[in-house]
């Protein structure tokens, strides 16, 4: 019993923290490779450790969609915030999806979080899920 409780706590606590400095995304662009657009097919497009192209660490990915030349292009990828220019806190607060017209840019700031919709679970749902795992047993 003892030693369930406290395997259900490491794994628990283990979903909190993120292993690595970067964050992995997509990197693609539709009129390029046409998986990359809506719909989007992560299993046929490349995701990259975005700490291999800068020098400092970035913790948001990019997907952009414009429409051009009488269609829609889509360009995912590592957005080019470092800390050296933005703070890991301003990157984390600038998530969000910004408008002009038919146009989007989508920052998030997990990993491969601009390809789909996200499955990830908070800290709030970890909490009620060990709650509940503990009261059963």
């Given at each position: 019993?003892?030693?369930?409780?406290?395997?259900?706590?490491?794994?628990?606590?283990?979903?909190?923290?993120?292993?690595?400095?970067?964050?992995?995304?997509?990197?693609?662009?539709?009129?390029?490779?046409?998986?990359?657009?809506?719909?989007?097919?992560?299993?046929?497009?490349?995701?990259?450790?975005?700490?291999?192209?800068?020098?400092?660490?970035?913790?948001?990915?990019?997907?952009?969609?414009?429409?051009?030349?009488?269609?829609?292009?889509?360009?995912?990828?590592?957005?080019?915030?470092?800390?050296?220019?933005?703070?890991?806190?301003?990157?984390?607060?600038?998530?969000?999806?910004?408008?002009?017209?038919?146009?989007?840019?989508?920052?998030?700031?997990?990993?491969?979080?601009?390809?789909?919709?996200?499955n990830k679970v908070g800290w709030l749902g970890c909490?009620?899920?060990?709650?509940?795992?503990?009261?059963?047993?």
């Amino acid at each position: 019993m003892a030693s369930l409780s406290a395997l259900l706590s490491v794994l628990t606590i283990s979903l909190l923290f993120r292993l690595g400095d970067g964050i992995r995304c997509y990197v693609c662009r539709s009129d390029e490779l046409p998986d990359c657009g809506d719909p989007f097919n992560p299993g046929r497009v490349p995701s990259s450790e975005c700490d291999n192209f800068f020098t400092q660490q970035t913790f948001t990915c990019f997907k952009a969609t414009q429409y051009a030349a009488g269609q829609y292009v889509t360009v995912r990828g590592c957005a080019p915030f470092t800390t050296d220019v933005f703070p890991g806190g301003m990157q984390k607060g600038m998530v969000g999806s910004y408008w002009k017209g038919v146009n989007v840019m989508s920052l998030c700031d997990f990993p491969n979080c601009n390809g789909a919709v996200s499955n990830k679970v908070g800290w709030l749902g970890c909490f009620a899920l060990t709650v509940a795992l503990l009261r059963l047993f």
